[in-house]
Every structure is written in structure tokens, then in C-alpha cells.
């Protein structure tokens, strides 16, 4: 009776309570009213860094298969030491793009913001100089979403989670078979929306060039603003075949 009350108060107050599963404005509480806690599924976290939201995934789905990636040397050692003693997660010291084989990843000293593509030049300026510094430059692995899907006889991909830095235009485009089959049922992806990297694309564009894949934008959760300007934005994407 007394928590009927109190929400009956916050909602005369113009505010809504939610409880945290059925919370509209939460990524995590949408995908799991999407998959249900319950039921095993399989994970793609791609750009997993130390393993933030590995353990995000594991308390939502204690049942999910996750496969992790993370081409920063350091951030990745950490990433293996945070899943050492948790069942079914696979870490990959890979980066996921467009094309296989070799190429620079550009390491700043804040690890969360390396990427595949250079500092743009404004990039300090905009985000913090604390944030955006180079400090070197290093070779890793780089696969395709198809290759490695193929090379690993992973059949389908649930919830496909991209936090790249700039280049998850990158992944989508090495992810067409995937795509045109219905392997990825849900993409979870972050959006930047300020000058950040060399090369990187346009809010719309990633909206199109998903919607051309047969995905569909579900919600938009988490933005981010820098002196009253949107800097970056969370969105997930439903494949057109994919029926909760």
C-alpha cells in the first residue's frame, strides 16, 4: 500500500517510476524484455574493453554464450583477468571490420576512445584533451562478422553490441551475409554524433545503411551532451525478421 502511494505522489509530480525490467529508457531492461532472462542466447560484444559490459550481459542473460572482443593490448589483458572465473565467455584480441588481416589501431591514452580510425583534428577541442590523446600506434587482427561467423560455426547472433569508436559503419559493412540471412536478430550500437575520428559517419547514415541491411531502430537510449550539443547516443536495431 505505502509503494502505491509514494508512486501516486512521483506521478502527481509529473514524474514516472518504473521498475528497472520494465524501465522504456534503459538499453539493458529493453533487451532483456526483448529475449526474456530466462533462455540461453548468444552474444557479440564488440569493442568489450575490460569487460564493463560483459558483466552487464552475464546478470541480465546468466545463461548467454558471449563472445568478446578487444583489439587493445592492455584493455584486453584486463578484459581476461575480469572474465577468468566466468562460465561461457570467449575473449578474441580481434577487432571486427570491413575486410581480414592486418591493420593499425590508434591507441590514446584513455583506452575506451582507441580506435581503428585517427583522432579528427578537433577531437581534443570537442571531447578532452584527457580523453583524446594519442599515444601510439600498433598492428592487430581484423576480421569480418561473416568470416569470423563462418570460421567459428557460430549459426546466429541474438544481440549484436557495437562500441567501436567510429567504425561500427565498418562491421555492418563486413556483416552482409550475415545481414541478408537473418543472422543477427538485434543490434545494440553506439552512435557518436560529434567530430571524434577521421572518416566516421554521419548519425543518418548509420540509420540508412542499417535500414538498407533490414533493421529497424527500436529506441534511443542514453544521450550524451557536451555544451548543449548531442555528442553521442545509444540505439537499438531490430532485424526485420526477428518477432519478440
Given amino acids: 500500500m505505502l509503494k502505491r502511494i509514494i508512486k501516486r505522489i512521483i506521478n502527481h509530480s509529473g514524474y514516472t517510476v518504473y521498475k528497472d525490467s520494465d524501465n522504456p529508457f534503459n538499453a539493458f531492461s529493453q533487451q532483456g524484455?526483448?529475449?526474456?532472462?530466462?533462455?540461453?542466447?548468444?552474444?557479440?560484444d564488440v569493442g568489450a574493453n575490460q569487460g564493463q559490459t560483459v558483466a552487464e550481459y552475464k546478470k541480465l542473460f546468466p545463461?548467454?554464450?558471449?563472445?568478446?572482443?578487444?583489439?587493445h593490448p592492455q584493455a584486453f589483458k584486463q578484459l581476461v583477468q575480469c572474465i577468468r572465473?566466468?562460465?561461457?565467455?570467449?575473449?578474441?584480441?580481434?577487432?571486427?571490420?570491413?575486410?581480414?588481416?592486418?591493420?593499425d589501431f590508434h591507441i590514446n591514452t584513455y583506452s575506451q576512445t582507441s580506435?581503428?580510425?585517427?583522432?579528427?583534428?578537433?577531437?581534443?577541442?570537442?571531447?578532452?584533451?584527457?580523453?583524446?590523446?594519442?599515444?601510439?600506434?600498433?598492428?592487430?587482427?581484423?576480421s569480418t562478422l561473416d568470416?569470423?561467423?563462418?570460421?567459428?560455426?557460430?549459426?546466429?547472433v541474438d544481440i549484436l553490441k557495437l562500441d567501436t569508436q567510429g567504425t561500427e559503419y565498418q562491421i555492418i559493412e563486413g556483416a552482409s551475409d550475415?545481414?541478408?540471412?537473418?543472422?543477427?536478430?538485434?543490434?545494440?550500437?553506439?552512435?557518436?554524433?560529434?567530430?571524434?575520428?577521421?572518416?566516421q559517419k554521419e548519425i543518418h547514415e548509420i540509420i540508412q545503411m542499417l535500414y538498407d541491411?533490414?533493421?529497424?531502430?527500436?529506441?534511443?537510449?542514453?544521450?550524451?551532451?557536451?555544451?548543449?550539443?548531442?555528442?553521442?547516443?545509444d540505439a537499438i536495431f531490430l532485424h526485420t525478421s526477428f518477432q519478440p
Avoid at 524484455?33 to 557479440?44: D, E, M
Avoid at 550475415?178 to 553506439?190: C, L, N, P, Q, R
Wanted: aromatic share 14%; charged share 20%.
Fill in 33 to 44: 524484455k526483448l529475449f526474456g532472462n530466462s533462455r540461453p542466447v548468444t552474444i557479440f
Fill in 63 to 71: 545463461k548467454s554464450v558471449i563472445y568478446a572482443f578487444e583489439p
Fill in 85 to 103: 572465473e566466468v562460465e561461457n565467455v570467449h575473449p578474441f584480441e580481434l577487432a571486427l571490420s570491413n575486410h581480414n588481416g592486418k591493420t
Fill in 115 to 142: 580506435s581503428l580510425l585517427e583522432n579528427a583534428h578537433q577531437s581534443k577541442e570537442i571531447w578532452g584533451e584527457e580523453f583524446m590523446t594519442p599515444e601510439r600506434t600498433v598492428q592487430v587482427e581484423v
Fill in 147 to 156: 568470416n569470423f561467423l563462418n570460421k567459428y560455426s557460430v549459426p546466429a
Fill in 178 to 199: 550475415a545481414f541478408s540471412k537473418g543472422k543477427v536478430k538485434m543490434i545494440y550500437t553506439e552512435i557518436i554524433t560529434l567530430p571524434a575520428y577521421n572518416n
Fill in 213 to 233: 541491411c533490414s533493421f529497424r531502430l527500436y529506441g534511443i537510449y542514453d544521450p550524451h551532451y557536451t555544451e548543449s550539443k548531442l555528442c553521442y547516443v
